[in-house]
């Protein structure tokens, strides 16, 4: 049973950092792509970053970014811990949202972060944890 679970949501002043964790389980790192999301009420969901390998055999993970935060959002995986990271400095009131990790296999990062797939037909989603920067 794959399951993918939050942590690190928080309230943090403009300028500020938080770092998202999603733990995984049922489930292998490196075969399968994982994403950062983020929903606003009222909006449409967004996708903040994603890290999948290129190649079945490929060792190295390739990372995009949403473009609004590229240079202050960093993904990371630990394939030893079965958990991907999210840290997010330099945070803006415009970062305010649910933050959710989704994985597939099939997921295609490119056009995840360029707000281009169907986010809830994604295999595996987690709860999600609360992101309030104020300004």
């Known amino acids: 049973q794959v399951q993918l679970v939050e942590s690190g949501g928080g309230s943090v002043e403009a300028g500020g950092s938080l770092i998202l964790s999603c733990a995984t389980s049922?489930?292998?790192?490196?075969?399968?792509?994982i994403g950062w999301f983020r929903q606003v009420p009222g909006k449409e969901q967004e996708g903040v970053a994603c890290?999948?390998?290129?190649?079945?055999?490929?060792?190295?993970?390739?990372?995009y970014y949403l473009k609004s935060v590229k240079g202050r959002f960093t993904m990371t995986r630990d394939s030893a811990k079965n958990t991907v990271y999210l840290r997010m400095n330099g945070l803006k009131p415009e970062d305010t949202a649910t933050y959710y990790c989704?994985?597939?296999?099939?997921?295609?990062?490119?056009?995840?972060?360029?707000?281009?797939?169907?986010?809830?037909?994604?295999?595996?989603r987690g709860k999600g944890t609360l992101v309030t920067v104020s300004s």
């Open positions: 989704g994985a597939d296999v099939l997921l295609p990062c490119a056009r995840a972060v360029a707000g281009a797939i169907n986010y809830d037909a994604v295999d595996y």
């Open positions: 890290i999948r390998n290129e190649a079945e055999d490929a060792e190295e993970a390739k990372t």
């Open positions: 049922g489930l292998t790192l490196g075969k399968i792509a």
